[in-house]
């Protein structure tokens, strides 16, 4: 894997982010860790030739980007360059699925998969969700489990991460209450 040339370190409303990028584009996002130190560590787990520099004016861009859709503010990252040079071709695919999900909505894992053709790759789609580089940029966070449920998240703190990027987005998550749900215990029918 050709590593990334550069990164650097960024605050958000969620803590510090990192960002990788090359001559093709963005190669990777790194999603806050428990500390900087630990973000920054990860980052170079993922990209160890890379060094700390500032971000070009497209690096930029895509940073204020994510910095303002994790402020809940509505941003269109469909169409950041992207390195995929590495990624493999199936990846790629589901990676272009995930990108037209627009935020504070979500699609299913078979969602994605029936797009692709085949609904029995789920499984396979939840895989790559699991592997991807670039998240934000490729919301896997908008991918959801079946019957709305959240599934898994590879970010540090798991699926509570997962949850919080989607009350930032203002996505429903899980099935509506029904009408009988939101009254009181004793005011349902059949309750006395």
Not at 92 to 113: E, K, S, W
Not at 163 to 178: F, H, K, M, N, S
Request: contains cysteine.
């Amino acid at each position: 894997m050709m590593p990334a040339e550069q990164f650097a370190l960024f605050d958000t409303a969620i803590g510090r982010c990192g960002i990788a990028w090359n001559a093709r584009g963005v190669a990777g996002v790194q999603l806050p860790e428990r500390d900087e130190r630990a973000t920054r560590a990860r980052l170079l787990r993922r990209y160890s030739q890379a060094r700390e520099a500032p971000p070009p004016p497209p690096i930029q861009q895509v940073i204020d980007d994510i910095t303002s859709l994790l402020r809940g503010e509505r941003r269109d990252l469909s169409a950041v360059a992207l390195d995929m040079e590495d990624v493999p071709p199936f990846h790629q695919q589901v990676y272009a699925v995930a990108r037209t999900i627009p935020a504070g909505a979500t699609l299913g894992y078979g969602d994605i998969a029936t797009r692709l053709g085949d609904r029995s790759i789920a499984r396979d789609v939840g895989e790559a969700m699991g592997q991807n580089p670039f998240p934000i940029i490729v919301p896997c966070h908008r991918v959801l489990a079946a019957g709305g449920k959240l599934g898994g998240f590879s970010a540090a703190g798991g699926t509570t991460t997962k949850l919080r990027l989607l009350e930032i987005e203002g996505a429903q998550v899980g099935e509506a209450p029904t009408l009988f749900e939101t009254l009181p215990l004793r005011a349902r029918p059949g309750r006395r």
